[in-house]
């Protein structure tokens, strides 16, 4: 019989051994064990009161705050599946992912619901589940803590087994279309207990989560901390602020947090006496991932945080972890990924046929993980290709060494990473081509030095027609995320679009082309 614990027989456990010591907290609130098992509770009850059954989907709107590791516990209570969002997302972006994700109520922070109300008359979603919560209560919608208030706090049980689905994660594909890929409660607990092990966490780490935390990468963390009892300390800021960051590693202790290139780069280019007003010598490990990291970046980091040691992984929503490269590998193996993670099974890596490719040469990466997502919501054909066998797929092309180091190639089929944010080109060129003066699009990523990659859109127009950069950004504004658009474009002749003999568009040519333009 499988008895791991979810997500919420983690919080009660520990409300059980430690019922006083801090087990969440943001700039504004703190939880103890004990309290953050209570409020899960009356959750849990008062979303099952509001009608919703075992299995339901709940879609999660919200800045980053403490109140999403209190909602996670409480639906995983209740049996019921978190639908995280972005908070990037436009109206009709949200728009899509509730309604294919079929989710039947909808938990908003009070300054996000103006990008939901519009939405109200065409979600499927009675008028009294949509919840609210903040400092303000917005007529026609539930409030959170009234719901609590009022919801018993003992725990009405519900049948939830590891199988069960705990979240439905959406990550873009190359359709463009988001694709839901469906976590269960036994994957969370497994890449919990896997990154303890991995990367030697114990209870008394202090975990600060800077990445959203409808992301991957703080759920997995978030999971792994509440699991070992440790304190999660989330940071709420709605933009980030390197000083403060620094000022939060120094005054919370902190022991752990994960970041991305562009937030190390922003921190490490403060000026030095700024940077020398904060103690971050209880920093004992450090993440790096989402992008490519730089020999200097790596130095810089490793220079300032004295006592920490830098560890850098790849993984995915769909598998979890992949791989790992390690902190005395930082400088010797540079430009790899690592090798697979601890419990994972070896990476394959394959050809058009479905064959393994030799050393040094570059196959689609193939991973074995014992935490791989159960399969794309509603989306078979999607599923399929993912998997060879027992081995998942999220697209992307690398080459492994004669030491067993991944060095990863051509990342998710062209997508762009843009300050941690993935975004996939052709979800960007559905939107520009559909402007009436657009003939034909390319989107890629070009070298930033902020953010890593900045999104950059080639442009054809129709014959007898002219359109400018600005007239492009401005249609994109309101039909895309801030992080998608373009930031600037080029427009050449149909003549000029590099395509291969059937007309396809060779992103990897024209991305070359663009670069080096740019750079002359």
């Not at 873009?172 to 994957?187: C, D, I, V, W």
């Not at 060095?407 to 997508?415: F, W």
């Not at 402007?435 to 129709?462: I, S, T």
């Not at 895309?480 to 992103?507: V, W």
Request: proline share 5%.
């Amino acid at each position: 019989m499988n008895l791991l614990m979810n997500i919420s027989d983690a919080v009660a456990t520990h409300a059980r051994l430690t019922p006083h010591k801090l087990g969440a907290r943001d700039s504004k609130r703190q939880l103890s064990f004990e309290a953050w098992h209570q409020r899960a509770t009356q959750l849990a009850n008062g979303l099952r009161a509001l009608g919703l059954e075992k299995g339901d989907r709940v879609a999660l709107l919200a800045y980053n705050c403490v109140e999403w590791m209190e909602i996670y516990a409480g639906l995983a209570r209740a049996g019921l599946v978190a639908v995280p969002l972005n908070f990037r997302l436009t109206p009709p972006e949200i728009e899509y992912i509730v309604t294919h994700s079929e989710a039947v109520a909808f938990i908003v922070q009070d300054e996000l619901i103006d990008r939901v109300q519009p939405l109200r008359e065409s979600l499927n979603i009675s008028p009294k589940a949509y919840v609210s919560f903040g400092n303000t209560v917005s007529d026609g919608w539930q409030a959170y803590e009234s719901m609590l208030r009022t919801a018993p706090a003992y725990i009405q049980p519900v049948d939830v087994t590891p199988s069960d689905m705990s979240a439905l994660m959406y990550t873009s594909g190359t359709t463009g279309k988001p694709k839901g890929a469906m976590r269960s409660h036994e994957g969370s607990a497994l890449i919990a207990l896997a990154t303890a092990l991995e990367m030697g966490f114990t209870a008394n780490d202090t975990a600060l989560l800077v990445m959203p935390m409808c992301h991957a990468n703080s759920l997995y963390f978030s999971h792994t901390f509440t699991q070992l009892g440790a304190t999660c300390v989330i940071d709420d800021r709605k933009s980030f602020d390197p000083e403060a960051l620094l000022a939060t590693l120094s005054a919370e202790k902190v022991t752990f947090t994960s970041l991305v290139p562009t937030h190390y780069i922003m921190m490490l280019g403060l000026p030095q006496a700024v940077k020398d007003k904060y103690d971050v010598s209880a920093v004992e490990k450090l993440m790096i991932s989402s992008a490519p990291a730089r020999r200097d970046t790596k130095l810089e980091i490793m220079q300032f945080f004295k006592n920490g040691k830098l560890y850098e992984l790849y993984g995915s929503t769909e598998a979890g972890w992949v791989t790992l490269l390690r902190p005395h590998e930082q400088l010797d193996r540079m430009g790899t990924v690592g090798r697979e993670w601890a419990g994972s099974g070896p990476i394959k890596l394959l050809d058009a046929q479905g064959q393994e490719v030799p050393d040094g040469e570059v196959g689609e990466l193939f991973s074995r993980t014992p935490y791989v997502f159960d399969g794309y919501w509603r989306n078979q054909e999607k599923t399929a290709e993912a998997f060879h066998g027992t081995w998942c797929s999220v697209g992307d092309m690398a080459m492994r060494d004669a030491d067993g180091y991944i060095r990863l190639v051509d990342r998710k089929s062209n997508m762009i990473i843009s300050g941690g944010e993935n975004v996939y080109p052709s979800e960007v060129e559905s939107v520009l081509g559909a402007h009436p003066k657009v003939k034909d699009v390319a989107v890629l990523g070009v070298p930033h030095d902020k953010w890593g990659e900045a999104v950059h859109a080639v442009v054809v127009v129709h014959n007898g027609q002219e359109a400018n950069e600005q007239e492009l950004i401005d249609w994109c504004k309101s039909r895309m995320a801030g992080y998608k658009r373009p930031q600037s474009i080029t427009f050449i002749t149909d003549a000029d679009m590099p395509r291969t003999a059937t007309g396809k568009i060779l992103h990897r040519v024209l991305r070359q082309q663009m670069v080096e333009t740019i750079a002359s």
